[in-house]
């Protein structure tokens, strides 16, 4: 059996036709108005036919559009998803680079006291050698014995003196290592940490004859995540350092603390760098935001100082400065982290 | 008889029509809010030409995607030069579309269906060779 969707009027139009032959037989001057109407009607008939295809086929691709949009909208959250997931193992490599590149720091800090207290060691062992040997052959004589003790007393000295150097450096470092690790909430004298961080810095700082100077309160305590703040500074200063300073320049960092209340910290950090052009300042703090691409620069340095100031201090970071007149960085962070 | 040119916008195609050229053109996109606004005055225009004896029509229609409201209207634009080449007239219409377009290709066979002496030519290709 059959189906016609447009079985009814095919019929209509059928018995319509009988009706026109037996009018044109009956009432012929009737005849010429019946088959007008019975034109206009399976014109009409023929017409809806066609819109209903068409209506029919409009929708079909309606359909398929939105399949494929359904289908593309998917793709495009997938790709969200993967490239926010990539963005984030970036972001962690760029921190735990900058962890290695502090180690580095103080490694080489540590290098200097550790190497000059062997040498005074190395040079004590010898005396020491020469000394036992002159008395086993009997030959100790009472200069050669002032002048052991000479020695002695000055390398004894300089040993201690450079091995607590080396544990002061050390001391420092685990703290600030630590707090990078664990992002351990605390209370810290902010003075004094912001020196230990830059401590690791020192060995970069001192190749290009930089200098920093620090203006904080003393005795300001901030209670919040140390890690962070020692991970901004850190970020901040190879900012100047890759891009602020011209090789040559003897570049010039202050950092400079001030509290315009007692529950608001301000940091301000400013380079006496080139400064940076005004049309990217609104993004230098977006991810993969470089101008260094292809020389090593990641374009993640100062989205993590963004993410850092944003995130644990809960705080909020501000760039000015002019081209020239070097780079301002503004971070302002409650001085007890809410959320305790 | 004045020349009609309407411009496209978003939903409405371009109208041409040179009625003293003989040339008539309708293109683009047509889905308009309100299509009695939109084709109101172009059914207008048209009939007044083809109530005047005159020369060959030409009617050059390439249409991306229309509604079914623009196709009854092209529909009815169809019966009006069907009746024109009835009385004699002499009336083509190419129905132009895009390469590889099917769906258009079907839509101006079947538009063709009830156009006895009106000539219809089914231009692939898109505005090749359209003045």
Known sequence: ?340 | MERLTIAPTGRTPAIDFDFDGGVLRLSGESYPDDVATFFGPVFGALRGFLAEPGGPVRFDIELVYFNSSSAKALMNIFQMLEEAARGGRAVTVNWRFEDGDDAMREFGEDFSEDLEEVTFNLVEGGSGGAA
């Open chain 1, 1 to 340: 059996m059959s189906f016609n969707l447009f079985d009814a009027e095919e019929k209509a139009i059928e018995r319509a036709k009988a009706l026109g032959e037996r009018i044109a037989l009956d009432a012929p001057e009737c005849s010429a108005g019946f088959n007008e109407l019975l034109e206009a009607f399976t014109r009409s008939y023929r017409e809806q036919r066609r819109l209903v295809r068409f209506s029919d086929r409009l929708q079909a691709q309606l359909a398929t559009l939105n399949q494929e949009l359904e289908r593309r909208r998917q793709e495009a959250e997938t790709a969200l998803a993967r490239l926010q997931e990539a963005q984030e193992v970036l972001v962690q490599s760029e921190k735990l680079a900058s962890l290695g590149a502090l180690v580095a720091g103080v490694a080489h800090e540590i290098n200097t006291p550790v190497g000059i207290a062997v040498s005074c060691a190395s040079h004590l062992a010898d005396a020491t050698g020469k000394l036992k040997a002159l008395t086993e052959q009997g030959g100790l004589g009472r200069n050669d014995f002032n002048r052991y003790l000479a020695t002695a007393t000055d390398t004894t000295a300089l040993i201690l003196a450079n091995c607590e150097r080396a544990a002061q450096l050390i001391n420092s470092f685990k703290q600030v290592a630590v707090d990078r690790a664990s992002a351990e909430r605390r209370s810290f004298a902010l003075d004094a940490y912001i020196q230990e961080t830059l401590v690791s810095l020192q060995p970069r700082l001192r190749q290009g004859n930089h200098a920093v100077s620090v203006d904080c309160p003393p005795g300001l305590t901030v209670d919040g995540f140390p890690g962070a703040l020692s991970q901004i500074l850190t970020n901040l200063v190879m900012n100047s350092l890759q891009h602020g300073f011209e090789p040559g320049h003897e570049g010039r960092i202050a950092i400079t603390v001030t509290q315009p209340d007692p529950d608001t910290v301000v940091l301000a950090y400013a380079d006496d760098g080139r400064g940076i052009p005004a049309e990217i300042m609104p993004k230098v703090f977006d991810p993969f935001f470089t101008t260094r691409r292809g020389e090593g620069g990641s374009g993640l340095g100062l989205h993590v100082v963004h993410n850092l100031v944003v995130g644990p201090l809960k705080g909020g970071i501000t760039v000015g400065g002019a081209p020239g007149q070097g780079a301002l960085f503004t971070i302002t962070f409650p001085r007890v982290a809410p959320g305790a």
